[in-house]
């Protein structure tokens, strides 16, 4: 078995390159960032790669990131509005708010619990997909299942402790 190297990103003074440099020195182990990940407007890679859990909150908004990798948890805020991704992949948690809105997302991959608001406004998300738990709000304005579904529907589906929104 590998083991996962857990890395502050400010150690690499939030430089998404020298992070990857780093990394492929080391012949790109798994990997989970310790601290918060913030690649908002980075223009540099298409793919979050072997990097498997941010313990802080992740940032990719406006970013060309079009590929979570191994992703499969963020324990804070996930902001990954304004984006061309279609799926969430191998993510299946978030531990506060996710927003996803105006991008192209279809549906949610393995996604099956957000600790806080889902914001999924203006996307194109046609499936919950294996969501069950959302500890704030849920937002689907301007979707293909607001017109799809009511919120009865919706909290029959999943967990919601806040408001639905459609």
């Keep these: ?34 601290d918060n990940l913030s690649l908002f407007i980075v223009k540099t890679n298409q793919s979050l790669g072997t990097l498997t859990a941010v313990e802080g909150y992740l940032d990719l908004e406006d970013s060309n990131i079009k590929c979570l990798g191994n992703l499969t948890s963020v324990g804070g805020q996930f902001n990954w509005a304004y984006c061309n991704i279609k799926s969430l992949e191998n993510l299946t948690s978030v531990g506060g708010h996710l927003f996803l809105y105006r991008s192209k997302l279809e549906n ?27 500890g704030g709000d849920l937002d689907l304005r ?22 639905v929104h459609l």
């Design 1 to 34: 078995m590998t083991d996962i190297l857990k890395i502050p990103f400010a150690f690499f003074s939030n430089k998404w390159n020298d992070l990857q440099n780093f990394l492929e020195k080391m012949g790109n182990p798994p990997y989970i960032i310790t």
């Design 108 to 134: 949610l991959g393995n996604l099956t619990s957000v600790g806080g608001d889902l914001t999924l406004t203006d996307s194109n998300i046609e499936d919950l997909g294996k969501l069950k738990y959302v």
């Design 142 to 163: 301007f979707t293909p299942l607001s017109k799809i579904y009511v919120e009865e529907e919706i909290r029959k589906m999943v967990d919601i402790k806040g408001k």
